[in-house]
């Protein structure tokens, strides 16, 4: 690869159109793009053609090799393009004289009405990674030579030019006004690349024109008009040329003048002709009839190198480009032919399909991970990265059914096993999971028979109407229910004729409740407030303030539903329950649920208030606490107390909603453990209040108590 030159020590041509100044080359030329990657096609003769005009303008018109800047393929990015471009803005002074040569793609943007210059790292279609024309002229509009001659080989170059006639006639005096000219290989169309190892039908007129020409002063005007007329008659082109606009042109004309030592010129063309041709009768003629016994070396040289790249050629044709073997002895045979870089391609896919073919029956990260480091920007590489995504996520997933069955097995219960066969119903401890939780569900009904059993034998033993509630509340459907049932019915009879003479004048006595309301400052609602036997104001309605979902469960609980700690519901998650019974709060939630200056009422404060009223069941004890039958009709809704209880149902911890209608259950703040919390249960089917304790998990109504109440503050 051609490297940069450094720019310093220039020496003064001894025949530059500006009689003091020196001569500048930059050119850029770039096969090398990237192909399918970026969607770029390469190109073939773009550095052939810059290296082929460097040779002529150092040969015939004094061009110094310390003049000449190349940036090739690799080099030729967006950013060098632009440093040797403000190099050159640096260095040249107004005496020199500059021509910028460009060969690669060009690329039109017609929204914009833009050409644009393809660098090395330009990306398909995407313009701004490109050089545009306006930033070309920019540093042409910079550069403060005595002239610039802007050159470009690339589809829609005749984009640089404004729509302006470019006839122009030269003289002698024009070589002494500053110039600003260009000449691009088409207007705004496509142009070609040429043959395969051949000049491009624009460069080979140039070349053509600057080596074949006798006259000591060729200007710039001369060649144009002879590219133009001999690309478009030879291609399906047409170039076009003259000055720029607005760039510092002055109207003159860069001039190409030829060495004065040149000597012989017919023959020295004559030479030159035979180094450039492909015609083996020409370079044996030249051979035969030329009297300079260096060019005749040279030549024989040619003839001897085309010879093997005829060879050569013919051999390839005929090749069979998918054998390995065959490729490797032809760039063993042919070490410099110009199928060199396409033989060693063909070779590196042969040998990555190879790698690849070995690599499907994988399930290894490593060995994928192995060929994307061998091969960056292979054929394969987007594969090979999607196969070790894939691999990778199939590893973590197989990890964490692992660790989800080692979690089941550790905690042993049919909840857990169960959690595992949802979210693996196919997994690799589905068998072992089915007959954990036959066996675990199994021991389960028989201990739930002999806790049944039990419980019968203790309600026999108590005989007393709780007892016999709670059997029928546990076993609905159990072994015993109609034996339950007749007894029940047996001791209520007793105790209503009971209830009857037992009433007395403080419970009888009829007190008209006091109401008032508080308006909640966090959501603007207003509920109804009562002033009550217990000395205390309590809301006459169910608490209505949404308390959001706070969900830290792990992340096993969440996925078999189990308990979120925090949160409020609408009953059946139905807005319209929510106007009448308010929300369902767990127990965390219900704690921070009342407004400043109100609190959820504790243990002692619901048993003072069903005392006041009548007395409560207490579930723990299976004892009558006086009587919930009376507490239950004064505090209900329509009862005289004016607390007005409604039946809110409840919301159990796997998200389902049960008894609305029939049961309404209200928090109270003390705890029975680190799992249960006291609450107030008013049953409707036998109308009574009853102290419970619940799983704080499960969604239960709220009543607020004002805080340090005091009648005499009324």
Known sequence: MAKTKDISGFEESQKASSPKGKNYLLAIAIDAYDGEPKGIPRLFNCVKDAKDLIEVLKQRFGFQKAQVMTIFDEEATLGNINRKLDKLTNQVTSEDNVIVY???????????????????????????????????????????????????????????????????????????????????????????????????????????????????????????????KTTARNSDQTPIGGSLFKVGDMDGEFVFHLKNDFEDESEKRAFEDALASTDEEKLIYFIETSTNKSYKKQVSKRLQKLEIEIEARERWEVLNKKSYAALSDFLLDYPQTIYKKEAKELLRKIKEDKVWKKLLSSKKQSAFQGYLDEYPRGQYAQIAKEKIKSLELKREEEEKEQSIWDDARRRDVASAYEGYLQLYPSGKYVRRAKEAVEKIKSLELKREEEKEQSIWDDVRSRDVASAYERYLRLYPSGKYVSKAKEAEAKINNLRKDKEKRKKTDARSKIIVPKFSSFTDPRDSQEYKTVELKDGKMWMAENLNFDVPIKDDRNWFAKQINFGVYDGSWFCDDDKKNGKKYGRLYTWDAALKACPDGWHLPSDEEWKNLAAAYGGYHDWESSKDNGDPKLSYKALMSGGNSGFSALLGGSRYTDGSYYSLGRYGLYWSSSEKSSDNAWNYYFYEPISKLYRFNSYKEVGLSCRCVKDSFDYLSI
């Open 102 to 228: 460009f060969s690669g793609h060009g690329y039109y943007r017609e929204t914009q009405k833009e050409g644009y210059l393809i660098p090395v790292d330009g990306k398909s279609k995407d313009y701004w990674s490109y050089l545009s024309n306006a930033n070309l002229l920019t540093h042409i509009r910079a550069i403060k030579s005595f002239h610039t001659f802007l050159i470009i080989d690339s589809c829609f170059s005749g984009s640089l030019f404004a729509t302006k006639s470019t006839d122009y006639a030269y003289s002698d005096r024009a070589a002494t006004f500053p110039s600003r000219w260009g000449l691009a290989a088409g207007r705004i169309e496509k142009v070609s690349d040429g043959f395969h190892g051949e000049n491009s039908p624009f460069a080979k007129s140039i070349i053509t024109f600057l080596k074949n020409t006798n006259q000591q002063k060729n200007p710039v005007s001369e060649l144009v008009q002879y590219v133009k």
